[in-house]
């Protein structure tokens, strides 16, 4: 039994294929975890994400950028009324992944997939952590757990909607001030005592409700959460997002940007191993032995790549064939 990470697949089906036919996957016996962004750009969403559909018992893909982007998409779709419209709405979409999804007989059973994948993945025998960005500066996995953790409860809740409308904001680029209001309204709330309230506020229980209660600030925490684990590349020096340099760190010349890899992390030790996709630009070259750059740019004609994590500094990888 092996359990194997696979980088950014982005619907490059036949690369995926030949890359689990190298290391000789066997679906019965070996696991697969994906650094998220199955699809989005590449050629073969549908066939992809059938595969993740079919072997979903041993495989755990952690939800990137493009995997959220369609999940809104389909919010934005299914909210509209009259078929015009719809026409109108897929017509617009650049990327075309919604319109082969809705016409396939198992579309609803893709979304449902993807809604149910979870933030971060951490393998607590290996001390392995994995999610799609990477690790924001301001948090530990214990953060980036508990507050992935939200937006799981939230995208599979009747709070989908709402979550999909706000989500991709860039406002929400520091953790402090949103843990500081969060800290905050506990501590001002009159009935803070009540056990009642005390389940209610309970991070590990009765996410819904604190939604209903405080929905501006648990969608603040939400979309901050969605930025650090998905869309993170640089930070400024204040530790705050950068949403915009996809540049190879060495070509940056911004010097108040650096790579959320560079910054002090107190609480990360050295035993912990961090697996992240999403930066192409890096081309897969390990940050620190313990912090793996999987992302090889399959869908750029790069290459796609994989790990087994018993042994994370070997890497297969098949070249870009689409
Ligand atoms: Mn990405």
């Given at each position: 039994m092996s359990t194997y990470c696979i980088g950014?697949?982005?619907?490059?089906y036949d690369e995926f294929m030949a890359l689990l036919d190298l290391v000789k996957f066997n679906p019965k016996t070996d696991f697969l975890l994906t650094t998220g962004d199955v699809i989005g750009r590449g050629p073969k969403p549908i066939e992809t994400l059938n595969f993740l559909l079919k072997y979903q018992d041993r495989i755990i893909s952690v939800l990137g950028n493009h995997d959220l982007s369609l999940l809104r998409n389909y919010h934005l779709y299914s909210e509209l009324k009259d078929a015009a419209s719809k026409e109108k709405f897929l017509f617009n979409l650049k990327a075309s992944e919604l319109k082969k999804i809705i016409n396939e007989k198992n579309g609803t059973e893709m979304i449902s997939f993807l809604r149910n994948c979870p933030m971060t993945f951490w393998d607590r025998r290996h001390n392995l952590f994995i999610s799609h960005a990477g690790l924001s500066p301001e948090w530990n996995i214990f953060d980036a757990m508990k507050n992935g953790n939200h937006v799981e409860q939230l995208l599979r809740s009747e709070h989908f909607g709402i979550l999909m409308e706000n989500m991709f904001s860039d406002r929400q680029c520091r953790w402090a001030p949103i843990k500081a209001e969060i800290q905050n309204n506990f501590a001002q709330k009159?009935?803070?005592?009540s056990i009642h309230y005390r389940r209610h506020m309970d991070y590990e229980d009765g996410i819904y409700d604190y939604m209903s209660l405080y929905p501006s600030l648990e969608l603040d925490r939400c979309i901050y959460t969605i930025n650090a684990l998905t869309r993170m590349r640089f930070c400024y020096t204040d530790l705050s997002l950068d949403f915009d340099c996809k540049d190879k760190p060495k070509e940056?010349?911004?010097?108040n940007l650096k790579p959320w890899y560079d910054y002090p992390n107190s609480q990360f030790k050295n035993s912990q191993t961090i697996i992240f996709g999403?930066?192409?630009?890096?081309?897969?070259?390990?940050?620190?032995?313990?912090i793996i750059a999987l992302d090889t740019g399959c869908v750029w004609n790069g290459s796609l790549s994989l790990i087994n994590i018993e042994a994370p500094a070997k890497r297969y990888s098949v070249k870009a064939n689409h």
């Open positions: 950014d697949i982005h619907g490059c009159p009935f803070k005592t940056n010349k911004n010097r999403h930066w192409a630009a890096l081309e897969g070259k390990n940050p620190a032995d313990n």
